[in-house]
Nanobody, 125 residues
Framework: QVQLVESGGGLVQPGGSLRLSCQAS????????IGWFRQVPGKEREGVSC????????FYADSVKGRATISRDSAKNTIFLQMNSLKPDDTAIYYC??????????????????WGQGTPVTVSA
């Protein structure tokens, strides 16, 4: 059974750090492109970061560039999103998504076949 389970979210103060995890089962993440997305109530789900299946090329949205790092741990079949210098605008539910092979438009939701249930991140003093 294909499954993605996010974890690591929570309440942090502005300037703090968080490491989000996406544990995959039922498929091998090495052969998939993986995206991290976030969504705020009343707004569309937006792409945050993604990593390619083929060459580990990464992408970061301008809003998190320099503050976020996406990585893949093949041994654990897990994808991580490390976020530093968190801002209140980072508050959202964060989702990971997977697509077999290469995602031509890795920041677009329609590219992905599998989604997790999300983990909430709240950045507030």
């Amino acid at each position: 059974q294909v499954q993605l389970v996010e974890s690591g979210g929570g309440l942090v103060q502005p300037g703090g750090s968080l490491r989000l995890s996406c544990q995959a089962s039922g498929f091998i993440v090495d052969y998939y492109s993986i995206g991290w997305f976030r969504q705020v109530p009343g707004k569309e789900r937006e792409g945050v970061s993604c990593i390619s299946d083929s060459d580990d090329d990464t992408f970061y949205a301008d809003s998190v560039k320099g503050r976020a790092t996406i990585s893949r741990d093949s041994a654990k079949n897990t994808i991580f999103l490390q976020m530093n210098s968190l801002k209140p605008d980072d508050t959202a539910i964060y989702y990971c998504a997977a697509k077999k092979g290469t995602a031509a438009w890795c920041t677009q939701t329609f590219e992905y076949d599998y989604w997790g249930q999300g983990t909430p991140v709240t950045v507030s003093a």
